[in-house]
């Protein structure tokens, strides 16, 4: 696993979002992006990293992975309501807070299962 990558990706997020929010992107649909198990770091948690459940920061990843799927579409929700302002508010409030979490979590089970954070041996 790479976790770098997995924290790289959901940093693009940020630029994704906000863009969004400038109405400079295609349409985004929060139905879709409010699964945590669709993209990479999701399959992973639900698939082959299920192995690092005993781990302590295991369940911290999954769960602020699930906050941070959830923060993102409801900023996707307000500005397909129209409320571009509620939106940005959720970007840089609880969006980014889970966004955060996530980060210093990844790094955590990382550090924790003794893995590299670029998935070298």
């Keep these: 696993m790479n976790f770098l990558e997995m924290i790289s990706a959901h940093v693009r997020w940020k ?18 992006i409010c699964r945590d198990d669709q993209c990479r770091l999701g399959k992973w948690i639900y698939g082959e990293g299920k192995a690092y459940t005993a781990a302590k920061h295991f369940e911290k990843v999954r769960s602020a992975h699930a906050a941070f ?5 409801a900023v996707v929700t307000f500005v397909n309501r129209g409320d571009r302002d509620m939106a940005t508010e959720v970007l840089n409030g609880e ?14 089970l990382a550090q924790e299962v003794g893995a590299s954070l670029d998935g070298a041996e």
Aim: hydrophobic share 40%; aromatic share 6%; proline share 5%.
């Design 15 to 32: 630029q994704r979002l906000l863009t969004y929010i400038q109405e400079k992107s295609e349409p985004l649909d929060p139905a879709v």
């Design 95 to 108: 969006y980014a807070r889970v966004s955060n979490n996530l980060k210093r979590d990844i790094i955590a």
């Design 69 to 73: 799927h959830k923060h993102a579409a």
